[in-house]
């Protein structure tokens, strides 16, 4: 009985060997799951599997190397919506500043950290025209010409407006979209937001204490 035991043992363990020898990745128990039909993006591509013809569609897997429309990056804020024009000059066009008005800063409020670095990021990139204190008294404004104060101006800009002007540029101003990131633009609208001189808080009216007394 023991000699069947160890034949059958040795028989079975001979039939596990040869089997995984001849299939090397085993079974799958969920072969769509374990031989997903995506793709690297600079992955070769199998033209019989996979097409770029919207035509095909139904009869090959349809893959233009692009992502589907309106999806963003895992972690990145939602992208500027307002297109460029260059024939357009935003101070003769209400329909633009209007547009530009709704636009809210995506960053509601910003750490200490956040703050100082898009201040400093300010200072490397826009004080040279516009100065420190976004006043156009930039070491370099008079040679450029034609730059305006951001902070100070009645009314003042616009949150949309002053990423608007980052992301395009305006006049004698270029695009920093390559310089700055979307998110490095808004926080330093935030920090633009801080250099706006400070409402005066009215004083409160005197009362003739004698007079409470009575």
Not at 72 to 99: C, H, M, W
Request: aromatic share 10%; with cysteine.
């Amino acid at each position: 009985m023991k000699k069947i035991a160890i034949i059958s043992t040795l028989v079975l363990s001979m039939i596990v060997v040869f089997t995984g020898c001849g299939n090397k990745e085993g079974r799958a128990y969920m072969p769509d799951m374990s031989y997903s039909r995506a793709y690297e993006t600079y992955a070769s591509r199998d033209s019989s599997v996979f097409t770029d013809n919207p035509a095909d569609l139904g009869h090959k897997i349809f893959y233009n190397n692009l992502p589907p429309a309106g999806t963003i990056k895992r972690g990145e804020i939602f992208p500027f919506s307002i297109g460029y024009d260059n024939a357009i000059v935003i101070d003769s066009n209400t329909s633009l500043k209007n547009q530009l008005a709704l636009v809210k800063n995506p960053y509601d409020s910003i750490s200490a950290a956040d703050l100082a670095e898009a201040g400093r990021l300010f200072n490397i990139n826009c004080g040279i025209c516009h100065g420190a204190k976004a006043e156009a008294n930039g070491p370099m404004a008079d040679k450029v010409g034609g730059v305006k104060p951001i902070v100070a101006t009645s009314p003042g800009y616009s949150d949309g407006r002053i990423f608007y002007v980052m992301t395009y540029g305006q006049g004698n101003m270029g695009s920093y979209a390559s310089q700055l990131s979307r998110e490095q633009r808004w926080q330093i609208v935030k920090y633009i937001r801080t250099l706006e001189p400070k409402a005066a808080v009215p004083a409160e009216p005197k009362t003739d204490t004698i007079a409470t007394k009575k």
